[in-house]
């Protein structure tokens, strides 16, 4: 479904990627963990269009996502749930959904698609009005989410979810991505909390500084020595 | 009523109206800043521009008074997108002093265009409107409409804010700029969207102001630092910190005015801003952030 090829990318002069090459298959779950500066966070942004990559090549179902405009690529159907959440903190709940189902493909099915992430999310029904900016960071989470399901999207991109939330928040959001997984959506996502996203994913790559520098079942992974030494740093 | 009273009522509903006229040119310079983060420094000359508009298709050539306004409101809607492309687009990601220059350019610019094009002579519609008087309040008919077309403006903006899919990005670019792309809102057309959307705004102010003022190449002076001051004492880029702010300048000027001489209600007006830039340095609705 989705495939890159010796991406490349950075910011400015600082190359934050190196000949990253990875695959997604559909419906499936892919992990990607590492070190904190491992380029996670720059892996998904190149992907979402966020930032552009100098090399290398971004394929979405047969689309080429390097030449596609960044706003265009979510209508190629991925929907990037940013770091940090990132919602719009002045506007309501409802109105942060709206701006997730923004492109004109999505805006037909808002009734819809906001009932299914209703269903999804109780709470963001009971919260429908108040502000994003005023909910505690589970909701918030919740409802960024959510946002990035308004668009239908085919492949969800999720930035370190868990950051900043409390362990039984973090125990029920990875319940609930087991249920939107059981939707059929696929799902490629980035994490520091590594026990926690093996449990959820089916397969995993490893990041350090900017290489891919293991992948594998998760089961494999879980138990691994190159994982135990990433994070020890030896 | 004693005599007083009618004074201080009228002074009142004067304030009333000149604060919707304040607001609406607040809020469309507060708009701009929202979106694009940018301060159109001339946005006064905006409305100048607009008023000689006015002025030559209804005062010279006689063109039915709300053709003309709707010919002005579109026009000075384009000159917004013009400005934007020109001088704003280019600058994007340039120091924000570099921006402020430029717009501050562009104010010197259209001043000494217009002074070559339209000579500095004051000219008006040579329109006479009435003055109504209601239970021995006498009230300037002229206000009453410019204060109606205001609020009808602000409304319409804030129907389209708070009902569309554009007015909604609209909205979500001023508080998160960046991600804007993962919602699939190409930023450049809200950018071009929002200043034509102020551009129009200034052409409304200018029908309004034109009732009441004299146009002469440097009448932008009149209106311009009051209302980058209440842009400033509500919060930039707060487009409800801006409309109270409006109406307290408004009052501040109208009620100074009636107890002392009409310039002394712009001296309390302005001492009272700098006393809020120490008190509330945000503005009158601070954001938590």
Known sequence: MLELKSVRAGYGGFQALFDVSLEVGHGEAVGVIGPNGAGKTTLMR??????????????????????????????????????GRRLF??????????????????????????????????????????????????????????????????????????????????????????????????????????????????????????????AGPAAGLLGSATIREAYLGA | MGIVDIFLLEA????????????????????????????????AELIMLGMYGMYFLSGVYQAPIVLSAAVCIIGVGLLGVLLHLLVIA??????????????????????????????????????????????????????????GAAVIGMVLVYLFLTRTYTGAAIRAIA?????????????????????????????LAACLLVLQYDVHPFVGLSFGPITFLICVLGGLGNFVGGFIAAFVFAEIISLG?????????????FAFFIVMMFVRPQGLLARRS
Not at chain 1, 49 to 73: C, F, Y
Not at chain 1, 192 to 198: D, E, H, K, P, Y
Not at chain 2, 17 to 28: F, I, K, Q
């Open chain 2, 12 to 43: 009142l509903i004067n304030g009333v109206l000149l604060g919707g006229v304040l607001a609406l040119l607040s809020l469309g310079l507060n708009l701009i800043f929202g979106v694009i983060d940018v301060v159109w420094i001339c946005y």
């Open chain 2, 257 to 269: 005015g009636l107890y002392f001489d009409l310039e002394w209600g712009y001296v309390f007006a």
């Open chain 1, 89 to 214: 903190p002045r506007m309501s709940v409802e109105d942060n959904l709206r701006m997730g189902g923004f492109v004109p493909a999505a805006r037909p099915k808002f009734r819809q698609r906001l009932e299914l992430v209703y269903e999804l999310f109780p709470r963001l029904r009971e919260r429908c009005r108040q502000l994003a900016g005023s909910m505690s960071g589970g909701e918030q989470q919740m409802c960024a989410i959510g946002r990035a399901l308004m668009s239908e999207p085919k492949l969800l991109l999720l930035d370190e979810p868990s950051a900043g939330l409390a362990p039984v928040i973090v125990e029920q959001l990875f319940e609930l991505l087991k249920r939107i997984r059981a939707g059929g959506l696929t799902v490629l996502i980035v994490e520091q909390n590594v026990q926690q996203v093996l449990r959820v994913v089916d397969r995993a790559y490893l990041l350090k500084a900017g290489r891919i520098r293991a």
């Open chain 2, 90 to 147: 280019p600058l994007l990601g340039s120091p924000p002093i570099n921006q402020l220059l430029a717009t501050g350019g562009v104010l010197f610019f259209l001043q000494s265009a217009a002074t070559v094009l339209f000579g500095v002579e004051f000219k008006n519609l040579g329109l006479r409107l009435p003055v109504l008087k209601v239970s021995g309040v006498f009230i300037s008919y002229a206000r009453l409409l410019a204060f």
């Open chain 2, 175 to 203: 508080q998160d700029r960046q991600i804007m792309t993962l919602m699939g809102v190409d930023s450049r057309r809200i950018y071009l969207i929002t200043s034509a959307i102020g551009g129009a705004l200034a052409g």
């Open chain 1, 46 to 83: 190149v992907i979402s269009g966020l930032i552009r990559p100098t090399s290398g090549s971004i394929v979405m179902e047969g689309v080429d996502l390097v030449a596609t405009p960044s706003h265009r690529i979510v209508e190629v159907g991925i929907a990037h749930v940013p770091e």
